[in-house]
């Protein structure tokens, strides 16, 4: 797998998880280094947006996430620090796979939405960078 300082938006992608439908409803599901290109050792969501609010605005050194939309839509636009690429997610067993080393955007959230991340490694404030300018230092 790629260093966090060598990704690029390119080594983003679209993972479709199955989903069955059944008479009561729908159902998906993802596991360790099957679906999901990595071992989940986390799960956050996020949920209660209010209207215009935007999320991320950072980087990670080397965690890896699957981000989905489990409820309503939202657009991630990733940044390597030269290139930039959007993703609106709308459906919920379609996530998108972001490698270490991506600054990431979460905007344009509907009403009631919630963006459902399942990550790599537990919670670790070092492996943040939340300045756009120091990314693209240590990316370059
Ligand atoms: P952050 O990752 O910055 O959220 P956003 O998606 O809005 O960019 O996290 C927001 C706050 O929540 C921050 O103070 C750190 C805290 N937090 C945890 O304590 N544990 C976690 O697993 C996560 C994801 C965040």
């Known amino acids: 797998m790629k260093k966090g300082t060598e990704t690029t938006v390119y080594d983003c992608s679209l993972i479709t998880l199955p989903k069955l439908e059944v008479?009561?409803?729908a159902i998906t599901f993802a596991s360790n280094n099957r679906e999901v290109p990595f071992e989940i050792k986390r799960l956050y969501y996020l949920y209660d947006i209010p209207s215009g609010s935007d999320r991320g605005a950072h980087a990670h050194k080397e965690l890896q996430q699957l981000i989905l939309a489990a409820s309503g839509s939202f657009t991630i636009t990733v940044n390597d620090?030269?290139?930039k690429r959007s993703f609106a997610l709308n459906q919920p067993n379609i996530g998108l796979y972001l490698p270490p080393g991506l600054w990431r955007e979460l905007t344009d959230f509907s009403g009631g939405s919630i963006c459902l991340v399942l990550a790599s490694h537990e919670y670790d404030e070092g492996d943040y960078i939340r300045n756009l300018e120091i990314f693209r230092v240590w990316k370059s």
Request: proline share 0%.
């Open 81 to 83: 620090g030269k290139q």
């Open 23 to 25: 008479d009561r409803g």
